[in-house]
């Protein structure tokens, strides 16, 4: 403790004066000679403790009052360590949350103005040859500067030119993120400020990303040198938002004059009922449909639009209403890649000259149906080319999006170098087995090299059985590829017989690996596997009539182009963004070096290199912080459309109520304020200590009420004596 | 011998001239009065006859209704007494307490006393006086010559206040020294134990006396309108003091004085024992007064 006029502190001595008064008066006594001593007596017997008391009690008010007022006078300052930092410079970290829920506009601009504002405020407030930096809480996590920086001036002009981003807060590794900046920064008093609109989405309060927080306020104040962590809450809470949630192709691979239903779903997160709602439906940036629709408080309603392409390449919808002033929600852009054909490269493992006896015989027809079938009028969106294993190498992948092993024994390491490549780029690849799958070879080679969704056991025959043969269980399909097997119009899956097949041994514990339908032994029919950006699906039998009736079913043709599709919709690099994910396009080899020009949201345009990698021209842009279109040109004027978009789960504007942040913030160990005279105070308090006059001046108050009401009571006693 | 207009003013003897002292039972006594005697025994007024008992005198045969009944008849008679009063003075330490008047409770106390005994010899009935603290100091036994009153007066004069009081201690030994009923007069502030003392005033009413206690205060005593830091002084043992805060003690106090009185008042009441309080502020005619009126009352 320490005392702004520590002089007045003498002013404690007045505290002799009602010791004195008392002193002088019983020295200045008069002397009666008294008769009724007994009573004196008995009443000194009775009285004396509760009088002695009320006397010492009386003279420690009176003592007290000038000792408090000369405290109270001489303004005491409560500190501990922080007076060494009275004067010191400050590390300042600002964990600024840029999310775009902070984009809500309220009374006097939008959330986020008012937290780079503030942020702006605090680095303006620092002493000279303060550092500070600014880490940004949106995904993914990134600081303003690679290492912190002695231009405040700067930094508060940067600040303040600052545009909202539109990601999601990530909190927990914000913090994590800042606390890593904290340690190299240069100044031991250390300040990390956290500003934040508090919305319940990103600050839950559940137990695993609340335990998370502490944890992580708990590590900072286990540092070297500690940050005060402050966390200040910025930002009205909007009442009103209206958000287009997902936007969903009925095609997994949409050929050209193919009519696909885009179905939207919008959620209502406000408190109003929308009796019309506008949602316009725009192709290629062209208004095509409208609808008005009601969803009331805390609905959510889907809208469907139908529409065709009638040319091959990328296309853009985009679903849109315009209900409220959070707009970036009120969007949804989905890149949806029209294709002419679709090739898709089949390794045959068992080829024969004989109609129908080869490998690939009935797959080729149940890919391109209509070429086979001599139709003339109608187009196969699969185009099939069928090799032999010896001829598949790089250049015959080319721009195949899906190969198919078909009973393939083995391959050679460089083929299986190129597979991999192939799949890790999003490639799809089909494996079905039969007799000439070496088994070893699988397990050994392409288990390893990830290509192969599980470990091959022996091969089940049941054809000596007295069923000689075993089903696919018939279900409710979920996946993707499957779904439309859940209605029997479709195929029935069960309806081929199967006598031969490959046992596998599935590894439960990884997550990348599903099984999508299983025999009715128990044993997996097809499996999924994730590997890189593409997937592999493996068939436990094979795709002639040897070991199955399959391929003589009807749901042979619709499976088979399912699975083909399911696969194919997956080779690109993804061009469906969240925000700041890099938008990467792939060209010809031949392309490398050449340029593409890249046009964002705002219309303005870059040009970017194609780099040679993987055998590839590939082309990344990185900046793609705002949600929007973003169109790549590539060198033969061929575009792609990247879309960006915002995660919904921002698009709920409910904060934390107050009594949650404070919560949150003891949780965390720190302070939490609502504005910029209350960090100052706080900031005052930490770096001078607490200046307790006023409550030592409500204590002089109180005490010389009692003393006065002890007085009264006393006085009391004796006027009803 | 100093005369009573020594002691007492002459408009105090002029008033206390008119008072008449009724006594409420009557007194044993050999000198005629104006109190009836239910005893019976020699005297001129003849009350009744009754037949002989055996053990009853010879000479109070009536000798003239045997003549004429042949019966043996004894004659009684109702005779006139006097009233023998005594009146005791507490002449302890503790009655020389004096308050804003300057007289002492024992001053007042002796004032009272001297008109008693004007009242009573008046009466022509007899009175005595005795003085004490732990202790008898003096002790006059009742006569009703008017020699006997300046005596009394001398005894008055002289007395001068004691150490110590122990009263119950002296109102037993008091008792059996009153060898015939009457009245007695206590003058005290009776500060003792109320229980004590009560236990020794029913040995006086066992004894048949009648009881009436002027209690003597000083307004102080029942006021105790002291405010600085005093040091009060124990007027019966010399050297022990007590110092006080008046200001914050007087609610206590003027509590205990307030008990001590009504223990005494009801103590008296279950004796039926009269007790007058009696303040040094107050003229003796005044106090007179209201306890002849009280007697009248209850006569």
Redesign the interface.
């Given at each position: 403790m320490s005392f702004m006029n520590l002089a007045l502190i003498g002013g404690a001595a007045a505290a002799a004066i009602p010791i004195l008064v008392h002193l002088i008066?019983?020295s200045?006594?008069?002397?009666?000679?008294?008769?009724?001593?007994?009573?004196?007596?008995?009443?000194?017997k009775?009285?004396q403790r509760r009088?002695r008391f009320?006397?010492w009690l009386l003279m420690l008010l009176r003592c007290a009052i000038p000792v408090l007022l000369a405290l109270c006078m001489a303004r005491p300052i409560l500190k501990g360590t922080a007076a060494l930092w009275s004067n010191a410079k400050t590390s300042l970290l600002v964990v600024l949350d840029n999310s775009y829920s902070l984009d809500f506009k309220g009374a006097g601009g939008t959330n986020f103005e008012k937290a780079r504002d503030t942020a702006a405020e605090l680095v303006q407030e620092l002493q000279r040859g303060s550092d500070v930096n600014i880490v940004l809480m949106s995904d993914p996590q990134s600081s303003l500067y690679d290492t912190a920086v002695f231009n405040t001036e700067a930094v508060a002009g940067e600040l303040k030119s600052m545009q909202a981003g539109f990601g999601q807060a990530q909190v927990s590794t914000s913090l994590e993120h800042g606390a890593e900046q904290l340690m190299q920064m240069n100044h031991p008093h250390r300040e990390m400020v956290l500003i934040s609109d508090f919305q319940r989405i990103s600050w839950p309060t559940e137990e695993g990303e609340a335990a998370l927080r502490t944890r992580v306020g708990q590590q900072l104040q286990r540092m070297e040198m500690p940050p005060n962590l402050t966390l200040f809450h910025v930002g009205a809470e909007g009442r009103e938002n209206v958000c287009v949630e997902t936007v969903a192709s009925s095609h997994l691979l949409l050929g050209v004059n193919q009519t696909v239903t885009i179905q939207a779903s919008l959620r209502n997160y406000g408190e109003r009922n929308h009796d019309a709602l506008r949602v316009i439906f725009h192709a290629d940036g062209k208004p095509v449909d409208e609808q008005q629709i009601p969803l009331g408080a805390g609905e959510r309603r889907q809208v469907q639009f139908r529409h065709a392409f009638d040319a091959p390449g990328s296309h853009v919808v985009e679903v849109v209403t315009d209900a409220d002033s959070l707009k970036a929600d009120n969007v949804f852009r989905a890149s949806i890649p029209v294709w002419d054909k679709v090739p898709v490269l089949v390794i045959n493992g068992a080829p024969s000259t004989e109609p129908l006896k080869g490998e690939t015989d009935f797959l080729q027809i149940a890919l391109q149906p209509y070429r086979e079938g001599r139709e003339p009028e109608l187009v196969d969106l699969l185009e099939t080319r069928i090799i032999h294993v010896a001829d598949f190498n790089a250049a015959a992948i080319g721009e195949t999006r899906v190969v198919v092993l078909a009973n393939v024994s083995q391959l050679q390491r460089s083929q299986l170098n190129e597979l991999q490549t192939f799949v890790k780029d999003g490639g799809g690849l089909m494996i079905f087995g039969g007799d000439q799958v070496d088994q070893r070879w699988y397990n050994d080679q392409l288990l390893p090299y990830g290509l192969l969704p599980a470990r091959l056991g022996e091969v089940a025959d049941k054809q000596q059985d007295a069923e000689p043969f075993t089903r696919v269980v018939g279900q409710r399909f979920d996946h993707p590829a499957l779904q439309i097997f859940s209605n029997p119009r479709n195929g029935d899956l069960a309806s081929a017989e199967m006598r031969q097949w490959h046992r596998t041994v599935e590894d439960p514990d990884n997550d990348l690996v599903r099984t999508l339908a299983r025999l009715e032994t128990g044993d997996a029919f097809l499996i999924e596997k994730q590997y890189g950006n593409g997937r592999v699906l493996f068939c436990a039998t094979a795709c002639d009539d040897a070991w199955s009736s399959l391929p003589l079913r009807p749901v042979f043709v619709p499976l088979t182009q399912r699975l083909c599709t399911y696969l194919a919709s997956s080779v690109m690099p993804p061009r469906n963004l969240g925000v700041s994910e890099k938008a990467v396009a792939h060209f010809p080899a031949a392309q490398a070096g050449r340029e593409v020009v890249v046009t964002d949201t705002q219309n303005e345009q870059r040009a970017l290199p194609i780099e040679l990698r993987g055998g590839r021209g590939v082309a990344t842009y990185e900046d793609t912080a705002r949600p929007g279109l973003y169109t790549m040109q590539g060198p033969d004027g061929e575009a792609i459309h990247f879309v960006v978009n915002t995660r919904r789960s921002e698009s709920d504007l409910k904060q934390l109520t107050s009594e949650e942040r404070r919560a949150v913030a003891a949780d965390m160990g720190a302070e939490l304020v609502q504005d910029l005279d209350e960090y100052r105070q706080l900031d005052q308090t930490r770096r001078f200590g607490q200046e307790i006059w006023k409550p030592i001046f409500a204590l002089v108050l109180f005490v010389l009420f009692f003393e006065l009401w002890l007085e009264r009571r006393?006085?009391r006693?004796?006027v009803?004596? | 011998m100093a005369p009573l207009t020594d002691m007492l003013q002459p408009e105090e003897l002029q008033s206390i001239a008119n008072l008449q002292l009724m006594a409420k039972q009557a007194v044993e006594g050999a000198i005629t009065g104006m109190h009836r005697s239910p005893h019976k025994g020699f005297s001129v007024e003849f009350a009744q006859h009754r037949e002989y008992v055996q053990g009853d005198e010879i000479r109070r045969v009536d000798w003239k209704v045997f003549a004429k009944t042949d019966r043996y008849y004894v004659r009684e008679y109702e005779e006139e007494t006097n009233l023998r009063a005594m009146v005791l003075v507490d002449a302890s330490?503790?009655?020389?307490?004096a308050g804003e008047s300057g007289q002492t409770?024992l001053q007042h106390a002796l004032k009272l006393a001297a008109c008693l005994a004007h009242i009573i010899m008046k009466q022509s009935d007899s009175i005595g006086l005795m003085t004490f603290d732990t202790r008898i100091r003096a002790h006059i036994p009742p006569r009703s010559s008017t020699r006997h009153l300046r005596v009394l007066y001398e005894e008055m004069l002289n007395t001068q206040p004691g150490g110590e009081t122990d009263l119950s201690k002296v109102f037993h030994d008091i008792v059996p020294r009153l060898q015939k009923r009457g009245m007695i007069f206590i003058l005290s502030?009776c500060?003792?134990d109320v229980k004590e003392l009560l236990q020794s005033l029913a040995h006086f009413r066992h004894a048949s006396h009648e009881v009436v206690i002027f209690h003597v205060m000083?307004r102080d005593?029942v006021e105790?309108p002291?405010d600085?830091?005093?040091?009060?002084?124990?007027?019966?043992?010399a050297g022990?003091f007590?110092?006080?805060?008046p200001?914050?003690?007087?609610?206590?106090?003027?509590?205990?004085?307030a008990k001590?009185t009504s223990a005494l008042k009801e103590g008296c009441q279950r004796h039926r024992i009269e007790l007058v309080p009696m303040y040094t502020h107050e003229s003796l005619t005044d106090c007179l007064a209201r306890f002849l009126r009280q007697r009248q009352g209850v006569a």
């Open positions: 008066s019983k200045q006594h008069r002397e009666v000679k008294w008769g009724a001593m007994h009573l004196i007596e008995l009443t000194l009775s009285q009088l009320e006397h006393m006085a006693q004796r009803s004596g | 330490g503790s009655m020389a307490y409770k502030d500060f003792t000083d005593e105790f002291f600085a830091w005093t040091r009060f002084e124990n007027l019966e043992m022990e007590r110092m006080v805060d200001a914050s003690f007087r609610a206590a106090y003027l509590d205990n004085f001590f």
